[in-house]
């Protein structure tokens, strides 16, 4: 078994900032890559950035340049930093990750989501 849990959601105004994170835990030999995704109300989810376990990055479009992604592999947690932000940012953010678990299986875990609203 393994558990992503985030925390750092919550209510900012636009151009404010927030920082997420996302902590893994249970049966985990080794991460791969891990990411960040959203949904808002009544949309389908969709992908917000990445970032492989060497530390290499991917944004949306819509991240470049306001949202940064980091990774601590020592502790297995996954950070979105998230600046500028928009009212079209409001939605759950989830994390996900690319996991092989203790028993070598490779498996894909999500947390349960975290609510960001921005206001206007």
């Known amino acids: 078994q393994v558990h992503l849990v985030e925390s750092g959601g919550g209510l900012v105004q636009a151009g404010g900032s927030l920082r997420l994170s996302c902590a893994a835990s249970?049966?985990?030999?080794?991460?791969?890559?891990m990411h960040w995704y959203r949904q808002a109300p009544g949309k389908q989810r969709e992908y917000v950035a990445s970032?492989?376990?060497?530390?290499?990055?991917n944004y949306a479009d819509s991240a470049k340049g306001r949202f940064t992604i980091s990774r601590d592999n020592a502790r297995n947690t996954v950070t979105l930093q998230m600046n500028s932000l928009k009212p079209e940012d409001t939605a759950v953010y989830l994390c996900?990750?690319?996991?092989?678990?203790?028993?070598?299986?490779?498996?894909?875990?999500w947390g349960q989501g975290t609510q960001v609203t921005v206001s206007s």
């Open positions: 996900n990750a690319d996991f092989t678990t203790t028993g070598r299986a490779r498996i894909s875990g």
């Open positions: 970032i492989s376990s060497g530390g290499s990055t």
């Open positions: 249970g049966s985990i030999f080794s991460i791969d890559a």
